[in-house]
């Protein structure tokens, strides 16, 4: 065998254990979902006849429905506010000149440093004092203002080119019109990859819901995943299929837009 | 169609001044170049006009109307740009009629003035497809189709051919003059490809570090250039300079002595004022106008370094005996090669001379 195969066998036995690694988690969640808690703790790792039990006893435990409309509703509504206000930021970071824009900036990105957590109590004080706590506003308000997708949008707005604006100047058009009829189509690559990446965070996000949103029917389905987990026995097959039901809208929204995520990552203006 | 006037025209950004007084008038459907090297203020000039860059002083009127505090789509013009900036996420026909759905034309207004512009320039089989689909040329096209759309007073091109091989470069150039003489409407045209310039215009204006240099008719400022610069730029190959010193002045003509010939003499008709004796001057001879050897009042030896043979014409770049290097276009050279030795004379009908500041004596 020639050094070549071998080094080329070395790089595939590295790649299907890394591929392995990403991929069996989703497997054994899915799995999961079918099978009984017992066969799960004992380890078995075939699929099963239990969903429909399983579905069962998950919808004689929560209102579903209910859930999942509360955490749509906030990870789409929270998706189209983050993009608008930080995209209209980031291509005002880039477009316009001011002597302190670099000043300004640098110090967003220094707030990007602070963790969350540290966050956490003065956020939920001034949330309590303006009488949101419980409510969809709370959870989706300190998520509007990203610095990250301000920051990605300014990066991305670099490859905007300065002769469709003055063209559009040209043409008559104000710089809002410029903003939403010539930057906005310009730029959908940039939008569907922000799009997946505040989608996620957002439908995906426990530690802010799970302090500001406090009654069961107000509760998003990471909550619920996590008082499942929460109960005496836990019931490893209903959680796993909850799991497996919260994994889907995302899983969803990336294989519609990853072509267009791949192009926004890549920073390309078609 | 309307007349442009530039009167004392400044642009500053910060403490630096990129324009620095302009002074210029532009008649109605006049086709004007401004033509200079990189970073002259060709463009910047060209955006003050047409309001996308703000006027730090002075007065731009179009069609007799001050113009400096009016938006760019309210003065009257249309620009087409160097990467035709078309608008990626429309067709053809919805880049065309884009500034009059915004002017809020009606849409069987927009359709119709559309489909003629698109008649002008044979873009209608192209009306519905992307930007993206389509080659350099057509793409130009467009970009001069939106522009006829909006039915424009001054047409603005910013250098709107350098993004093409050469090839479509000259048949766009075609096309514009073509259209000029179609739309008889003022075209106001920024390049620095002088060839361009000189086959387009009917004014140049020559722009170097924010001041004009010379305005006038193409053959003008190649016959007549006002000082050392414009009669570099103007012209290709660029024109010959050689160093020369005064040796006696009078009677109408000046001798010089060129210092490339160890001190070979020639005496150059002036009729005004005459150079001091001693004064160092740049004589200046275009590559076309050297003549056979005796033909002129002095003749110069030359190696030849480079041979560049065109077909009908060649180019000869040769060194003098102290390494000077002369451009010299021949009709005959492609008898002689690199190595040969080869000797030229200067008809001081056609030779320019320059002050030490590079103005033209005359």
């Given at each position: 065998m020639s050094l070549l195969m071998l080094r080329r066998a070395g790089v595939y036995l590295f790649l299907s254990i890394a591929a392995f690694l990403s991929v069996f988690p989703f497997y054994w969640m899915a799995v999961g979902a079918t099978n009984k808690s017992t066969e799960i703790v004992t380890g078995r790792m075939s699929p099963g006849d239990y969903l429909f039990t399983n579905f069962q006893s998950l919808l004689a435990q929560v209102d579903l429905l209910r859930i999942f409309g509360n955490s749509f509703f906030i990870a789409i509504v929270s998706?189209?506010?983050t993009l608008a206000v930080s995209s209209l930021a980031g291509y005002g970071f880039e477009i316009f000149r001011s002597r302190v824009r670099e000043r300004i900036f640098q110090l967003l990105l220094l707030l990007l440093s602070i963790p969350f957590a540290a966050l956490m109590v003065p956020l939920f004080v001034m949330i309590s004092r303006a009488q949101l706590t419980n409510t969809f506003t709370a959870v989706i308000l300190p998520t509007i203002a990203s610095i990250f997708i301000v920051f990605y949008f300014r990066q991305a707005t670099k490859a905007f080119p300065g002769e469709l604006r003055d063209a559009a100047r040209v043409d008559g058009l104000k710089e809002w019109q410029i903003f939403l009829f010539v930057y906005l189509p310009t730029m959908r690559s940039t939008y569907a990859a922000a799009t997946i990446i505040v989608f996620m965070g957002a439908w995906n996000n426990y530690l802010w819901p799970l302090i500001v949103l406090q009654t069961a029917d107000n509760k998003t389905i990471t909550l619920v995943i996590s008082t499942l987990t929460a109960a005496y026995t836990p019931d490893y097959g209903v959680i796993l299929l909850t799991t497996v039901l919260a994994t889907l809208p995302t899983l969803v929204i990336f294989f519609v837009l990853q072509r267009q995520f791949v192009q926004g990552m890549l920073g390309a203006v078609k | 169609m309307s007349s442009l006037s530039l009167k004392g025209i400044r642009k500053s950004y910060g403490h630096l001044e990129v324009i620095k007084g302009v002074d210029l008038d532009i008649q109605s459907k006049e086709f004007v170049v401004f033509v200079g090297p990189s970073g002259c203020g060709k463009s910047t000039l060209l955006r003050m006009i047409a309001g996308l860059e703000?006027?730090?002083?002075?007065?731009l009127e179009i069609g007799g109307t001050r113009m400096n505090d009016v938006e760019p789509s309210r003065r009257g013009i249309a620009m087409v740009f160097q990467t035709y900036a078309l608008y990626p996420h429309m067709t053809v026909r919805e880049n065309m009629g884009f500034a009059l759905r915004f002017a809020r034309v009606p849409r069987d207004e927009i359709a119709r003035q559309v489909q003629q512009a698109?008649?002008?320039?044979?873009?209608?089989?192209?009306?519905?497809?992307y930007p993206k689909e389509l080659s350099g040329g057509q793409r130009q096209r467009v970009a001069i189709g939106r522009a006829i759309v909006r039915n424009p007073e001054v047409f603005l091109f910013d250098e709107p051919l350098s993004n093409l091989d050469a090839e479509l470069r000259v048949h766009m150039r075609i096309e514009i003059a073509r259209l000029h003489k179609e739309l008889q409407t003022t075209?106001?045209?920024?390049?620095?490809?002088?060839?361009?310039a000189m086959t387009l215009a009917d004014k140049i204006v020559v722009l170097r570090d924010g001041v004009i240099e010379q305005t006038g008719k193409p053959l003008e400022l190649y016959e007549d250039p006002a000082n050392q610069f414009v009669a570099g730029f103007i012209g290709s190959p660029k024109m010959n300079f050689m160093a020369a010193a005064v040796t006696a002045s009078g009677n109408g003509s000046v001798t010089l002595s060129l210092a490339n010939q160890g001190g070979a003499s020639l005496s150059v008709p002036l009729s005004g004022p005459l150079p001091a004796p001693g004064e160092k001057l740049v004589l200046g001879v275009r590559p076309e106008h050297f003549g056979p050897p005796g033909a002129g009042s002095v003749d110069i030896a030359l190696e030849i370094d480079v041979a560049e043979h065109l077909g009908s014409i060649s180019y000869l770049y040769a060194n003098t005996a102290r390494g000077e290097q002369l451009v010299i276009e021949r009709d005959e050279g492609a008898r002689t090669g690199a190595g040969d030795t080869l000797s030229v004379s200067i008809d001081p009908a056609h030779a320019y001379l320059f002050d030490g500041a590079g103005q033209r004596l005359r």
């Open positions: 998706t189209i506010l | 703000h006027i730090t002083s002075g007065d698109a008649r002008i320039l044979a873009l209608e089989p192209l009306l519905d497809r075209i106001i045209y920024v390049t620095h490809d002088q060839v361009e």
